[in-house]
């Protein structure tokens, strides 16, 4: 997908280079800022919890030949709080971290686990209830209240998800549906 208009947005940096790391939320590609200053280098400091709009694009270089892995994603207009933000987690800007590239190898997916993990992602957009803190209780507990066990692929995005928590990432209710979609393409 090619834009008319970027919409470039820092979500995180290369430390042995010293680059700032961005990604267009409208069509995917990725792109650096090679020789940030010292004040936008600070900035990029918490872009992996706080993405963030950047728009001298004369500044960029943009890495056409790299895949467009998704890293960043616009809040939904229909965000949904969870209560986790109630509790100290600090609740996204315009701009989400998306962390697709933490996931790694991903499970193969079998039709029918593709169509589970779908399934709960629409469950993940319509709630707020399915954040990091609370999706691995939800799978956890699929069994228990419904008596059908959730696929090998949606236990594996799952405990990827609880990992990441327990490395003191929140991600809100809209990423883990990203998330699962992402793990569902294959």
Known sequence: MNCKQHEWVVFSTALNEGWLMLQC????????????????????????????RWKDEDRLVIHKERPADLCVQKKPPTFKK?????????E????????????????????????????VAVL??????????????????YQQDTGNEPCYASRWVANRIE??????????????????RHVAKG
């Open 25 to 52: 939320v409208k069509c995917g590609l990725h792109a650096t800022v090679t020789d940030p200053s010292t004040e936008e280098w600070g900035k990029a400091f918490h872009a992996p919890s706080q993405p963030y």
């Open 82 to 90: 969870c209560e986790c933000y109630e509790c100290g987690v600090v």
């Open 92 to 119: 996204p800007g315009r701009y989400e971290r998306v962390w697709s590239d933490v996931i790694g190898q991903k499970p193969k997916v079998t039709a029918e686990a593709r169509k589970e993990l779908l399934h």
């Open 124 to 141: 993940a957009d319509q709630s707020s209830d399915l954040c990091s803190t609370l999706f691995p209780v939800f799978i956890d507990r």
């Open 163 to 180: 990992k990441l928590r327990s490395m003191g990432v929140h991600c809100s209710s809209a990423v883990v549906a990203t998330l699962l």
